[in-house]
């Protein structure tokens, strides 16, 4: 009997550290549901790809109803979901005092990066419950743990994911679903230049500033691990750091 094809759900799929997850997944011969805020990008996966092994889905993870009726608006031949990557999140007008940054900045930061990545979880996990078994990792970052001013938003809303990925984890426990955290250092992706609202200045200088920063594919790699390990062990957390850090 042939191997059972499995699905796969990323959202924020369609670039850096999410297309480099989408991408691996489908190498390793994954279903793919591609789904992101920019249709074009998951559009272009699907088109490099074939229609056969990747479904693009346009999703704001911020449109409560949307994000709700999500199982319905992917094909049932496709589904359950197997594994769902909650890749989708941002910085966009970080590194601000926060008395002085936007306070609709700052909410969009915690709707996309924590309340999205917990309602498509919710919209999703049913369907993993009944079938007893899945994989939910959750993109979090250094900046969960490590406290750094200017940052108030992002940081708030990775230790959000911090906090509710071991709580989900321990609500499984009694399942066969397995949940994951990613915490990946500076990787070298738009997010700094959308951080600054498109200044490639600021963020050719971050980068210099650095010196080594992860790739995409970096990540990619760590939560293929992850997903390949037998289905007796989970990986809680991966904490990773480029070369140069501690
Ligand atoms: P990118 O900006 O390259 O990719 C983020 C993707 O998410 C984009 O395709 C973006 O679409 C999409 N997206 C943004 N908002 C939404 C939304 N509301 N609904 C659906 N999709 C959305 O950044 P990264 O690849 O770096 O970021 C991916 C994840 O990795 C984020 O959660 C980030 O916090 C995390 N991370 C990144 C690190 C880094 O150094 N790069 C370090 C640690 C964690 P669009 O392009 O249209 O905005």
Redesign the pocket.
């Known amino acids: 009997m042939a191997d059972e094809v499995r699905t796969a759900l990323v959202?924020?799929?369609?670039?850096?550290?999410?297309?480099a997850i989408a991408t691996a997944l489908v190498q390793a011969g994954y279903r793919l549901v591609a789904?992101?805020?920019?249709e074009a990008?998951v559009g272009q996966l699907a088109a490099e790809f074939g229609a056969d092994l990747v479904f693009p889905l346009r999703?704001?993870?911020?449109?409560k109803p949307t994000v709700d009726g999500l199982l319905d608006r992917i094909p049932a031949a496709i589904q359950p979901i197997d594994v769902l990557v909650n890749?989708?999140?941002?910085?966009i007008g970080g590194r601000t005092r926060f008395d002085i940054g936007s306070a609709d900045d700052w909410s969009n930061i915690i709707?996309?990066?924590l309340a999205?990545t917990m309602r498509v979880t919710r919209a999703i996990l049913p369907q993993m419950v009944a079938c007893n078994r899945g994989d939910i990792v959750n993109?979090?970052?250094?900046?969960a743990i490590r406290l750094v001013p200017d940052m108030a938003a992002?940081t708030a809303?990775?230790a959000g994911i911090r906090a509710f990925t071991d709580v989900l984890r321990g609500d499984l426990a009694e399942t066969a679903i397995r949940v994951t955290e990613?915490?990946?250092?500076?990787?070298?992706?738009?997010?700094?230049r959308?951080r600054h609202r498109g200044d490639e200045q600021v963020e050719r200088e971050y980068f210099e500033r650095y010196k080594v920063?992860?790739e995409?594919e970096d990540?990619a790699r760590s939560v293929m691990f992850a997903l390949s390990q037998p289905p007796h062990m989970q990986i809680a957390q991966m904490y990773i750091l480029p070369i140069n850090r501690w």
């Open positions: 959202t924020g799929a369609g670039s850096g550290i999410g297309r789904a992101d805020i920019d990008s999703l704001d993870v911020t449109d890749n989708a999140g941002h910085d709707d996309t990066n999205g993109m979090s970052s250094i900046s992002y809303s990775k990613i915490l990946p250092g500076l990787t070298r992706t738009n997010i700094i959308k920063a992860l995409p990540i």
